[in-house]
Nanobody, 123 residues
Framework: QVQLVESGGGLVQAGGSLRVSCAAS????????MGWFRQAPGKEREFVAG????????KYVDSVKGRFTISRDNAKNTVYLQMNSLKSEDTAVYYC????WGSGYPGGNYKYWGQGTQVTVSS
């Protein structure tokens, strides 16, 4: 069982930066690939970024490549999403999710999900 808690969301102006974090409970965090997803009002949830359980493989949706960076700190049981050059279309609720022994790909078997954190980008 893994419990995930996101934090760090907020209101930021277009072009600004924000880092959201996801803290995981349990001693097996390093065994999980982690993914960040987002859902904007009226839209389906979409994959944003993922990182493999070893941390050596990362994956991004095309719309955030070069602007967002996913990283993990297994000693702190935390995964981060650094978001730079934010755009109004990045406004959404951001969720983290965990996949046991996964690669962090969009179609992974993410079994555990956090409650989400709101990111709002004003133009």
């Amino acid at each position: 069982q893994v419990q995930l808690v996101e934090s760090g969301g907020g209101l930021v102006q277009a072009g600004g930066s924000l880092r959201v974090s996801c803290a995981a409970s349990g001693r097996t965090f390093s065994s999980y690939a982690m993914g960040w997803f987002r859902q904007a009002p009226g839209k389906e949830r979409e994959f944003v970024a993922g990182i493999s359980w070893r941390g050596g493989v990362t994956k991004y949706v095309d719309s955030v490549k070069g602007r967002f960076t996913i990283s993990r700190d297994n000693a702190k049981n935390t995964v981060y999403l650094q978001m730079n050059s934010l755009k109004s279309e990045d406004t959404a609720v951001y969720y983290c999710a965990a996949e046991l022994w996964g690669s962090g790909y969009p179609g992974g078997n993410y079994k555990y999900w956090g409650q989400g954190t709101q990111v709002t980008v004003s133009s």
